[in-house]
Nanobody, 129 residues
């Protein structure tokens, strides 16, 4: 059974950092496409970042334009855990953050919620101004 469990969310002031973690079981982070998505009330779920890895080698990482230069996606293959380091947070980064897994993604699909088979329950991030 595949399980994705996010943690690390919380409340932070604008400009501050947070690091989200996603502990994965029943699925191999080192040979998959792993993504972070977020959703705010009244808005659609949007892709934040994703990484495509095969045999432990990172083939590609993808970022939404709104987070480039501020967020970094990474993984620890030994721990089978995905991370999202978020720096210089802005109030518009507020939302529920989800990690997701699928077998394959590319530049045209990494932020498409429909291609991800497995989802975590989410962790809330609130950024105050």
């Amino acid at each position: 059974q595949v399980q994705l469990v996010e943690s690390g969310g919380g409340s932070v002031q604008a400009g501050g950092p947070l690091r989200l973690s996603c502990a994965v079981s029943g699925y191999t982070v080192s040979s998959s496409c792993m993504g972070w998505f977020r959703q705010s009330p009244g808005k659609e779920r949007e892709g934040v970042a994703a990484t495509y890895t095969r045999g432990g080698v990172i083939y590609n990482t993808y970022y939404a334009d709104s987070v480039k230069g501020r967020f970094t996606i990474s993984s620890d293959n030994a721990k089978n855990t995905l991370y999202l380091q978020m720096n210089s947070l802005k109030p518009e980064d507020t939302g529920m953050y989800y990690c997701a897994a699928t077998s394959l993604c590319g530049s045209g699909s990494w932020n498409n919620v429909a291609i991800f088979n497995y989802w975590g329950q989410g962790t809330q991030v609130t950024v105050s101004s």
